[in-house]
């Protein structure tokens, strides 16, 4: 299970911190993805993770978000600085184990809105 929480309503050029928490498995085996949904829009890649440490970012957000685990918490962080209203949508992680090409296990999602 995964539970996201630090979403919010900032001001465009804030900052924000998300949080996903795993129960019942270890993230450190695996992959862990941000992926965000706007109204109206499909849901869209942000950022991943892998159980090795590579990271990979969405170009939209490159250069401003950052993604990173703290194993010890069993916790992945999307750290979220120059916000702009275009990053305004509901954020979820998600979770596959080292070698799927799925995803397993998704969050309940946490929302983000900036203002212009």
């Known amino acids: 299970q995964l539970v996201e929480s630090g979403g919010g309503s900032v001001q465009a050029g804030g900052s924000l911190r998300l949080s996903c928490v795993a129960s019942g498995t270890a993230l450190s085996f695996n992959d862990v993805g941000w992926y965000r949904q706007a109204p109206g829009k499909q849901r869209e890649f942000v950022a991943l993770?892998?159980?090795?440490?590579?990271?990979k970012y969405a170009d939209a957000v490159k250069g401003r978000f950052t993604i990173s685990r703290d194993n010890a918490k069993n916790t992945v962080y999307l750290e979220m600085s120059n916000l702009k209203a275009e990053d305004t949508a509901v954020y979820y992680c998600c979770n596959r184990p080292y070698g799927a090409i799925q995803f397993q296990s998704w969050g309940q999602g946490t929302q983000v809105t900036v203002s212009s």
């Open positions: 993770i892998a159980s090795a440490g590579s990271r």
